[in-house]
């Protein structure tokens, strides 16, 4: 295991952070495996699957089983985990800009269309190849002017030129569910199965830039501008990306976590990674993939108490009832039923909502949806 320090920019005199990566494998081996934890600060499960995931990668590489690369950043966002306002921790947006950690990365496509579409030919691996050593020479040209550029573009220069990027995350209260592109979804399935994923959110483009998609979008969106210009060059899928919320902000246990880094092993077996003698069964789906577009935000209409009705994980019908909004002044009780059907896989963890504030999420089959499909 190789550990490598990346500084960040100092933001202030006398303070500066940085990132910390742990490196399995050869370097530019394949497949090429990225996995970063709690970009979203105050989301941390995924930094104690991350420390449970360590070792057992320690004891592959010394088995000799790596046959890949795999980089895993326990901590990816140390700016986040630093801000807390008024004792409460304040991960999601950087205060200075307001910024959301996981939105805006580069328009990658954008940025080496220009270079690329007179260099590819007919074989694909060469087109990948020169793909990703114009997205490297894009990061590496890209001159950060704040601490948050500087933190995005470090993640960005470990991952842009991985097969598979899995980015842990978790919601407030919620089972395990799994958000990736549709053009990700066929080579990711045992990577959901192995999680025992509870619901699995697809998109196109759900919009916001989030850091999945930047590095996974790329590549579908290359081979859609080249189309446009009647350039049949081929571009596979070279990065296959995913975001894995891992249930709860306070579903922290050695037992879970222990069990999720397990799974990340039997991952990285399927993927090809890391050795084995027989690749670990797949267990049945416990859901079928659903379209982000598909997936209804119940919010409510009016302030008060928030009591559930549902539990994360149940299966609702239209017309179900999900929560009540109890406003104890007036004694008056507000019903919030499911808009559509499916598995109600988040919900929120306060138990006080103003009107219009967000009460929880259901999967459903049907699309609805158009435009930004992620929330702030």
Known sequence: MQQVDHHLMSPSLGCQKFLRSFHFGTPGARPKVYIQASLHAEEIPGMLVAHHLLPLLQAEQDNANICGEIIVVPVANPI????????????????????????????????????????????????????????????????????????????????????????????????????????????????????????????RNSGCGPFDECLSGAWWQLAQALKAIGHNAPVPQACCSATIELRGEAEVSHALAQTDARALLASLQHIGAVRCPALPILPPPLCHATPLAG??????????????????????????????????????????????????????????????????????????????????
């Open 80 to 203: 986040g985990l630093a801000q807390r306002l008024d004792h409460k921790p304040m991960g999601r947006f950087e205060l200075d800009s307001s910024e959301n950690f996981n939105r805006h990365y580069p328009d990658l496509a954008k940025a080496v269309f220009p270079v690329v579409q007179a260099l590819l030919g007919d074989d694909p691996q060469a087109n990948v190849a020169v793909i990703r050593k114009a997205m490297s020479d894009f990061l590496q040209a890209w001159t950060p002017t704040t601490e948050l550029q500087c933190l995005r573009r470090n993640l960005l220069q470990m991952a842009f030129d991985a097969d598979v990027v899995l980015d842990l995350h978790c919601d407030c209260e919620s089972v395990l569910h799994f958000y990736t592109e549709e053009s990700c979804w066929p080579q990711l399935e045992p990577v959901a199965r192995l999680l025992d994923s509870r619901a699995i959110l697809l998109a």
């Open 295 to 376: 997936s209804e935000t119940l919010t409510a209409a009016v302030p008060g108490l928030v009591v559930f009705a549902a539990e994360p994980g149940q299966s609702l019908e239209v017309g179900d009832l999900v929560a009540e909004i109890i406003d104890p002044i007036a004694q008056q009780t507000h019903r919030v039923l499911a808009g559509v059907a499916g598995v109600f896989y988040a919900r929120i963890r306060d138990r006080y909502v103003c009107a219009g504030g967000e009460l929880g999420k259901i999967a459903g089959d049907k699309p609805f949806r158009t435009g930004n499909l992620l929330g702030a």
